[in-house]
């Protein structure tokens, strides 16, 4: 069975970046084994309830400004998957969450910038949920665990966020800059505690972890972790598939929930 990952998107420019987390998403999906489907868990759409599109073909949406202009040429034309959108809403629905079918919306950033460096011939079906980011890391989880059972199913669920996010603090223009230590420290913490099963203290990471507020001013990029967790095997394995940082200030781990 697939497990559940967490995969940071970092900047929109990921997708051109020479950077070592480009390099490891080029190389993830070919370590996976194929999916039937794909769920993807963004930052990048925000709601008050929790939405999954439900479309025939997945739109690429260019949710930035200010960027090189081939980045907004890229297109990732994924095919959606109407079927597995309902079958989210049912589990969702059961686990008492009240959620909905959005039949417009495509692919953010989020979403297409490591799908495309994990799937490039953009073959495999895609649905997209949202998130609530003023319901915090519990409800996260707990969504994650309504959907576990679509692992069983064949589908890949994959968080997509940032382990840190401070946009104030990067080091522009420099995509390999030197590794701030707070963002160091920041990642280290959430690594032991998710190597040690220290549930309730990362579900309180904002008062416990180091740097919590410097590395997430706002939780959304962090959130899809806990939905990724949830959705692996309750009490199994978390993996660190990967360790590094863009400009200084945003790392790009990622990791398996098995």
Not at 126 to 133: E, G, P
Not at 181 to 200: C, K, M, N, Q, V
Request: charged residues 20%.
């Amino acid at each position: 069975m697939l497990p559940a990952i967490f995969v940071s998107h970092g900047a929109p420019t990921l997708a051109l970046d020479p950077c070592p987390a480009r390099e490891f998403l080029k190389g993830l999906g070919s370590k996976l084994s194929k999916p039937r489907a794909i769920l993807a868990i963004s930052a990048h759409w925000e709601t008050a309830a929790p939405a999954v599109n439900s479309v025939a073909a997945n739109a690429t949406i260019h949710d930035f400004y200010g960027f090189p202009e081939a980045l907004y040429r890229m297109e990732y034309p994924a095919p959606g998957l109407p079927a597995l959108a309902e079958r989210t809403r049912k589990l969702l629905a059961e686990a008492g969450f009240d959620a909905q079918l959005d039949h417009a919306r495509g692919l953010d950033h989020g979403a297409w910038v490591p799908l495309m460096l994990m799937y490039p011939n953009a073959e495999i079906p895609v649905a997209q949920l949202s998130i609530q980011t003023e319901r915090g890391s519990e409800h996260h989880l707990k969504l994650g665990r309504a959907l576990a059972p679509l692992r069983e199913a064949d589908v890949l669920v994959v968080g997509s966020g940032s382990m840190t996010h401070n946009l104030r603090t990067m080091a522009r223009g420099q995509v390999n800059a030197a590794e701030a230590p707070w963002a160091r420290d920041f990642a280290e913490w959430i690594h032991s505690a998710l190597d040690e099963g220290r549930t309730g203290e990362l579900l309180d990471y904002r008062r416990k972890a180091p740097n919590a507020v410097l590395a997430h001013p706002e939780e959304d990029h962090f959130l899809p972790l806990f939905s990724a967790l949830g959705a692996g095997t309750e009490g199994g394995r978390a993996e660190r598939l990967h360790r590094s940082a863009t400009y200084g200030t945003l790392r790009m781990d990622a990791y398996a929930f098995s």
